[in-house]
């Protein structure tokens, strides 16, 4: 091994080890509630020095904060929005699950929830239809939003400055159906916006057809897309308009369970 690599090698393993002690010092807290840095440094079993210096890195970024009376630390209002973000799936999983279950019944097709995740559709839950050809597991993936309905619905809920913000300079081509335009994408977004629903067939795989809803909360924000894919000589044009009436109705009835009322 170079003397490249060996550094290289060397500065991976002291950053995994950093993160390891971070997550170590969270943990510490959250079991005592209240923690100063000797205490930390000796649950790690490094020099105090060491373990100031990462407990000064997580209170900058508003993970842990200090409590003035004891000079000990608790865990910062970051942890918080953290848990936040997640607690929010997780609320969305819950409410959308028996409706997509109803759904994947009515449809026989395969039912995706998905959100907005770092300029990606990040597919939260999956429920599978009844028809013999199912769609492989999305769940835990991030799709690309140019590319599916899903994307185009959470695109819908941003503005046009929003959009161009999350999206690449330039859109990849998965087939020869990808809208590789910035300008077509916001034009389809708005008519999505428009209409209240997407439709999307061949473009992030040929013989792909599917059909997204926006779930919305009591602002009105899109918070989430509900969809039904299948095979295109499956899931053909009438059975389409029929599940994008059904998505349209399940997605309303998902946001109201979040405070949004139509009108």
């Known amino acids: 091994m170079s003397n490249s690599e060996t550094h290289s090698s060397s500065v991976h393993s002291g950053s995994v080890?950093?993160?390891?002690?971070?997550?170590?010092?969270?943990?510490?807290?959250?079991?005592?509630?209240?923690?100063?840095?000797?205490?930390?440094?000796?649950?790690?079993?490094?020099?105090?020095?060491?373990?100031?210096?990462?407990?000064?890195?997580l209170e900058a970024r508003g993970l842990v904060e200090q409590d003035q009376h004891r000079g000990k630390y608790r865990l910062g209002l970051?942890?918080?929005?953290?848990?936040?973000?997640?607690?929010?799936?997780?609320?969305?999983?819950?409410?959308?699950?028996?409706?997509?279950?109803?759904?994947?019944?009515r449809t026989g097709e395969t039912i995706n929830v998905a959100v907005l995740s770092d300029g990606a559709a990040l597919y939260l839950d999956q429920v599978s239809?009844?028809?013999?050809?199912?769609?492989?597991?999305?769940?835990?993936?991030?799709?690309?939003?140019?590319?599916?309905?899903?994307?185009?619905?959470?695109?819908?809920?941003?503005?046009?400055?929003?959009?161009?913000?999350?999206?690449?300079?330039?859109?990849?081509?998965?087939?020869?159906?990808?809208v590789t335009s910035i300008p077509r994408l916001l034009t389809e977004v708005a008519e999505v916006v428009a209409a209240g629903f997407s439709i999307v067939i061949d473009e992030l795989e040929v013989g792909l057809t599917a059909v997204s809803?926006?779930?919305?909360?009591?602002?009105?924000?899109?918070?989430?897309?509900?969809?039904?894919?299948?095979?295109?000589?499956?899931?053909?044009?009438e059975k389409v308009g029929a599940a994008k009436d059904l998505l349209v109705a399940a997605a309303t009835d998902i946001s109201s369970r979040f405070g949004w009322r139509e009108g």
């Open 213 to 237: 809803a926006p779930v919305r909360n009591a602002h009105g924000d899109v918070i989430a897309s509900i969809s039904a894919s299948g095979p295109g000589f499956r899931f053909t044009d």
């Open 78 to 105: 970051g942890i918080l929005r953290l848990a936040g973000a997640t607690t929010a799936r997780l609320d969305i999983v819950q409410e959308a699950r028996p409706i997509a279950k109803l759904l994947a019944e």
């Open 129 to 178: 239809g009844n028809a013999s050809v199912q769609s492989h597991n999305w769940v835990g993936q991030r799709i690309p939003l140019h590319a599916t309905s899903n994307g185009k619905v959470l695109l819908s809920g941003l503005s046009e400055a929003g959009i161009r913000t999350v999206l690449e300079s330039k859109l990849p081509t998965y087939t020869p159906h990808t």
């Open 17 to 57: 080890q950093s993160v390891d002690r971070a997550v170590t010092i969270l943990e510490v807290i959250a079991r005592t509630g209240l923690a100063g840095v000797t205490g930390i440094a000796a649950e790690l079993g490094v020099h105090k020095s060491t373990a100031s210096r990462i407990v000064s890195t």
